[in-house]
């Protein structure tokens, strides 16, 4: 997931055809057609809208472009942020830069699947199941050989 400061965020990129959706908007009503970007909205970090879209969106949409999180954007949501599909956040005034990319890097893997992981870890590296032990024998002795 790309990191964007604050101050680095523009609502129009160059020669990017980019839509704000408000967390109010179902992704499915609107036409993606030319899109390259699409900025969610964060209004309060407690209004997890966004996160629905962003999975509508990358999920069962098969949106490719770059999905961006933005508004009240903290550290400890971008792990979610990224199972859920986001590709990009804008961290909010205050949020430190290098704090954040450590949350990034905390979690390599998960258990379960997500929107952009379909696959559980287990079905992603299938644990390998031992070979059958046989029976022991018995010698004249009553030990095992």
Request: proline share 5%; no cysteine.
């Amino acid at each position: 997931m790309k990191l964007i400061a604050i101050t680095d965020h523009s609502t129009r990129a160059n020669s990017q055809n980019v839509i704000e959706l408000a967390n109010d908007v179902d992704p499915r009503t609107v036409s993606l057609d030319g899109v390259d970007r699409i900025d969610l909205s964060f209004p309060k970090f407690t209004d997890g809208r966004a996160y629905s879209q962003a999975f509508l969106l990358h999920r069962r949409l098969g949106f490719k472009g770059e999905i961006r999180a933005t508004g009240d954007v903290l550290v400890d949501q971008l792990a979610q942020m990224q199972r859920s599909g986001f590709t990009s956040a804008v961290l909010r005034e205050g949020q430190d830069m290098a704090v954040a990319q450590t949350q990034l890097d905390r979690y390599k893997d998960f258990y379960q699947g997500d929107a952009v992981t379909v696959k559980p870890l287990f079905v992603r590296h299938p644990v390998a199941v031992p070979a059958a032990v046989p029976p022991a024998e018995f010698s004249d002795a009553g030990a095992y050989v």
